[in-house]
């Protein structure tokens, strides 16, 4: 089992590996770490140090905003009026945005959608605004909800993930994966392959391109020329719940490289997860994941 699993070129270091008979195709660059529902740990690799997550802050965002504002399966939840802000910022260039226009009504449900889905910066800040009052208040609310969760290495400075100075590890982000994946609607919004903008006829796809492979169900991309490619993903295999982070993938480059070369490496290691959890039977840990 171990030969079918880990051919993949060079392998960092993996700390924490908790069960035994189980090798996963590691990034060999950045850092990376995955957990199975009622497993455990199956190993954290790289240098845990803090680095740019780009788009994977918004995860933190659908996170304090349902834990503010939970919403039901089936309902759509308060309306939430576009400001001139983020309408003016729909064609920022060289940001990740959707279309929105100033007045309009938009249900919490759907601008998660468009936050998560196809990735709006603009959704993003616009739900932190409408919450707090400023992205600043909200990103009180952010780091609060980090250090709840015993995040000690991640610092959040704003909503969408724009600033390289929203720092995190691939182990305090699994925490968070942990987290959310608890929420219903958070999980079906993940769940999407795309949305759309009330109104407009266009679909906007998600930028997880892994969904529907290996039994992968989210959760979100991120990218940028300092981040590089980011992945938390999840899967279900054989009725387990499968968590993981991937962390700094051709970083420096540019964003299309960075988030290429995140997915090839979360799509090696979902299906190498789903292969080890088809054919063996797990080992449960003493410190398994939560059910979700």
């Not at 035994?20 to 995955?34: F, I, R």
């Amino acid at each position: 089992m171990v030969s079918a699993l880990s051919g993949c070129g060079t392998v960092p270091s993996v700390s924490g590996a908790a069960v035994p008979g189980v090798s996963l195709p590691w990034p060999a660059e950045g850092q990376a770490a995955v957990e199975v529902e009622g497993v455990g740990s199956l190993g954290v690799s790289g240098e845990a140090n803090p680095v740019p997550i780009a788009s994977v802050t918004k995860v933190m965002t659908a996170y304090v905003i349902l834990r503010r504002h939970p919403i039901r399966p089936g309902e759509d939840g308060p309306l939430i009026t576009v400001d001139g802000t983020a309408a003016d910022e729909s064609y920022v260039p060289q940001e990740s945005t959707v279309p929105l226009r100033e007045g309009r009504r938009i249900p919490l449900r759907r601008m998660l959608e468009l936050m998560l889905v196809p990735s709006g910066n603009n959704a993003a800040r616009l739900l932190a605004r409408w919450d707090a009052g400023s992205q600043e208040r909200f990103v009180e609310r952010m780091n609060a909800a980090a250090d709840g969760l015993g995040m000690a290495h991640t610092r959040y400075t704003g909503a969408s993930g724009s600033e390289d100075s929203t720092v995190s590890t691939a182990a305090d982000q699994l925490k968070l994966a942990e987290e959310a994946m608890r929420d219903p609607v958070f999980r079906e919004v993940v769940a999407q392959a795309d949305t759309a903008v009330p109104g407009d006829a266009g679909r906007l796809p998600n930028t997880n391109t892994l969904l529907n492979r290996h039994g992968v169900v989210g959760i979100k991309t991120g990218s940028g020329t300092a981040a590089g490619g980011n992945l938390m993903w999840a899967s279900r295999v054989q009725g387990r719940l499968v968590l993981g982070v991937i962390l700094g993938q051709a970083a420096g480059t540019n964003p299309t490289a960075g988030l290429a070369a995140a997915l090839e490496a979360g799509g090696k290691m979902s299906a190498a997860v789903e292969q080890w959890l088809g054919s063996a039977t797990p080992v449960p840990t003493e410190a398994g994941a939560p059910e979700a």
